[in-house]
């Protein structure tokens, strides 16, 4: 018995550190959206289409992405484009928490807007399904209230100044990209290709149209993805 009472004192402070962690990290990436709502302005979007984004889309990546292209005078296509790609690791993350998050119907949708590195990764490695869920709610739904706020703020502040280009936020954008991918940047292979990256997407810039060389810049990793999953593959069927 005495096992069974210290088991249930811990479950509340066990959802106590989950619930204070999502908040923290709630904190640190929502504050981001007032670099995201400042961006948005001077790149020439109104205070509604930044907000629209955040509510809409919901993937920091993406829109930092959509408004960087289409701040250096690309085609919404393209931006539109680079999106895609730079969500589209969304969705193998729902691949992993659709059977630990049994959601159907409405509940569903909502829990898809969810899915974002922080809420993923809060939600794994977790001792029950419970803690799990927790997490992954805990944190979506901390970080999307603070995003949007934290986007309203910015864009407002950003509207309100004489000439919001003066503060150079435009190079925040690649500083927000370079943040993300640093993290990533941890063997051999992520490294090679980036530089392929870049040389591809250097040499297509005087060639191409505005943004569409960021999309060019993609084929060497994907080559390199399938070089790397041969031997893979041939060391299981051989193993």
């Known amino acids: 018995m005495a096992g069974n009472n210290s088991a249930v004192l811990e479950r509340?402070?066990?959802?106590?550190?989950?619930?204070?962690?999502?908040?923290?990290?709630?904190?640190?990436?929502?504050?981001?959206?007032?670099?995201?709502?400042?961006?948005?302005?001077?790149?020439?979007f109104s205070v509604a289409q930044a907000c629209a984004l955040s509510l809409l889309m919901f993937s920091g990546a993406s829109q930092f992405a959509i408004i960087g292209v289409a701040g250096a005078g690309a085609s919404p296509l393209a931006g539109a484009a680079t999106a895609t790609m730079l969500g589209a690791r969304n969705g193998l993350y729902g691949l992993h928490l659709s059977p630990l998050l049994e959601v159907k119907g409405l509940r569903k949708?909502?829990?898809?807007?969810?899915?974002?590195?922080?809420?993923?990764?809060?939600?794994m490695g977790r001792k029950s399904t419970g803690e799990?869920?927790?997490?992954?709610?805990?944190?979506?739904?901390?970080?999307?209230?603070?995003?949007?706020?934290?986007?309203?703020?910015?864009?407002?502040?950003?509207?309100?100044?004489?000439?919001?280009?003066?503060?150079?936020?435009d190079v925040a954008a690649p500083a927000a990209f370079l943040a993300l991918l640093a993290p990533r940047m941890n063997s051999r292979e992520p490294w090679i290709a980036a530089l392929a990256a870049v040389g591809v997407a250097l040499a297509a810039v005087p060639l191409l149209p505005a943004g569409v060389p960021v999309l060019v810049a993609a084929i060497p990793a994907l080559l390199l993805g399938l070089l790397l999953r041969e031997p893979v593959e041939r060391q299981e069927v051989s193993a």
């Open 132 to 169: 799990a869920r927790l997490g992954f709610y805990a944190t979506g739904i901390s970080v999307f209230v603070l995003w949007n706020i934290a986007t309203l703020i910015g864009a407002l502040a950003t509207k309100s100044l004489p000439d919001p280009a003066v503060l150079g936020l």
């Open 12 to 44: 509340p402070t066990d959802k106590k550190t989950i619930v204070r962690d999502s908040l923290g990290v709630g904190l640190a990436v929502g504050a981001l959206g007032l670099s995201f709502g400042a961006l948005a302005v001077v790149a020439g």
């Open 109 to 123: 949708l909502l829990a898809a807007h969810l899915v974002l590195d922080e809420s993923a990764a809060m939600s």
